[in-house]
């Protein structure tokens, strides 16, 4: 079992809707929590990190975060065509702060 | 400023080959972490450098091996090539060896093993 799981997708929705972008996880060791976007043929470029336990919100976009579930969330506002692409979570922990452990992902296309 | 950047963008060797994929860091930046993502997965952690040496290691073999210079810039060495191992290879980089603070990724190399 993969230390990080992530909702597969695809996910398609219509510009303008509210997206919930999921991922749990078994490492309890885990506190810090990232969410990537990476569009085709790209690297990953990080959106927003949160630690420990909370929400954390940027523009569009906001991060949750629920360690007594191991569950974690992304949600974005308003999307936009441009939104689509292949959001990734990632975790690392206090001991091993320099390894990222990466979701498998979730496609995303927003239709306009 | 320039950001993170690798080279070659692609590659295609065959099984058995060795590889050396390279990697220069965002500017300011003293740390690289290489990772392996393979088609509809997500990155996977091979290593982290910093300050010259391999502070971290994610689950693989020793054919993989990897170096950083005094300028912070990197190359990731595979050996004995697989065609498992053909992948798209990212490279990040990151300050003072840590990754959850902004982490930036280059657009990584593909590598085809035939």
């Known amino acids: 079992q993969k230390e990080v799981e992530q909702d597969p997708g695809p996910l398609s929705v219509p510009e303008g809707a509210i997206v919930s972008l999921n991922c749990t996880y078994s490492n309890s060791a885990f506190q810090y929590f990232m969410w990537y976007r990476q569009y085709s043929r790209k690297g990953p470029e990080l959106l927003m990190y949160?630690?420990?336990?909370g929400n954390k919100e940027d523009g569009r976009f906001t991060a949750q975060v629920d360690k007594s579930s191991k569950y974690i969330s992304l949600f974005i506002r308003d999307s936009q065509p441009s939104d689509s692409a292949t959001y990734l979570c990632a975790m690392s922990s206090n001991t091993n702060a320099g390894k990222s452990t990466f979701g498998d992902g979730t496609t995303l296309t927003v239709k306009p | 400023d320039a950001g993170v950047t690798q080279s070659p963008t692609h590659l295609i060797k065959t099984r058995g080959q060795q590889v050396t994929l390279r990697c220069s860091p965002k500017s300011g930046h003293d740390t690289v972490s290489w990772y392996q993502q393979a088609l509809g997965q997500g990155p996977q952690f091979i290593f982290q450098y910093y300050e010259e040496e391999e502070r971290q290691r994610g689950n693989f073999p020793d054919r993989f091996s990897g170096h950083q210079f005094p300028n912070y810039s990197s190359e990731l060495n595979v050996n004995a090539l697989l065609l498992g191992d053909s992948a798209l290879y990212l490279c990040?980089?990151?300050?003072?060896?840590?990754?959850?603070?902004?982490?930036?990724f280059g657009p990584g190399t593909r590598l085809t093993v035939t």
């Open positions: 990040a980089s990151s300050l003072g060896g840590q990754t959850f603070y902004e982490q930036y």
């Open positions: 949160t630690y420990s336990s």
